[in-house]
């Protein structure tokens, strides 16, 4: 496995979760906790979107059991459930896409387009988050940065205190993993953003693109022959 597809998966983390939240009245497609707090806010300020919200957290849940569920069957019969989870997220990404273009952007977060095309989203960003446990597991996760920060600071916290040599050596690798996680996924926000701003919701055309290149990074190097 080439080490670019974490990098990929971090950045459209950034990206989609930015997209989602700047063309879906705040919506979270990412890191759907965060829509406890949009949602809160939405009440308060009388603004759309709260049932969209609402239903993000319940449709990621069931999604993630799914793409479990299905990993284990796909294993069985001795397919790939790395490329076969990876290309219906892809899908997913290219449908939302379309109808964000078409429909978007979405003054009312709580319209039947604003719902269909958030959930698709979340959809396909509940895919990448189980996909990675289950096939990445060893990676930085891509769309979750408290934690990631987190790390990164107690590490830097026990370099400073000082520590062992191979224990530091351990400690600064991984936290270079960790750093370039936290970096892709900042970059795919601040791309996303800019791309908003330029073209609107022709943004949403980039994240099936880097969604193939991370599937195509994925793959398990084949050895040379002979």
């Known amino acids: 496995m080439r080490p670019g597809a974490p990098v990929l998966l971090s950045f459209n983390g950034g990206y989609v979760d930015t997209a989602g939240f700047l063309a879906i009245q705040g919506l979270f497609t990412a890191h759907v906790t965060g829509n406890f707090v949009t949602v809160g806010a939405a009440l308060i300020n009388g603004t ?14 069931i999604v993630v059991l799914f793409t479990r569920l299905a990993s284990f069957h796909l294993s069985r019969r001795s397919w790939s459930s790395l490329d076969m989870l990876l290309g219906l997220k892809i899908s997913l990404l290219i449908a939302a896409a379309v109808m964000a273009i078409l429909w978007g952007p979405f003054t009312d977060g709580d319209s039947g387009a604003a719902m269909v095309a958030g959930m698709t989203l979340v959809s396909a960003m509940a895919i990448q988050n189980a996909v990675h446990r289950i096939h ?3 990676s930085p996760p891509s769309t979750l940065m408290t934690g990631t920060t987190t790390q990164v600071m107690m590490d830097l916290a026990d370099l400073l205190r000082g520590v062992e040599a191979e224990a530091r050596v351990a ?12 970096a892709s996924f900042a970059l795919g926000a601040a791309s996303s953003a800019l791309m908003f701003h330029w073209v609107a919701t022709w943004n949403f055309a980039l994240p099936p693109v880097i969604a193939l290149l991370a599937l195509v990074a994925a793959k398990p190097s084949q050895p040379p022959a002979g």
């Open 48 to 61: 759309s979107g709260v049932l969209t919200k609402v239903l993000a957290l319940p449709v990621f849940c």
């Open 136 to 138: 990445l597991g060893a």
């Open 171 to 182: 400690t600064i690798r991984r936290m270079r993993n960790l750093s370039t996680a936290i």
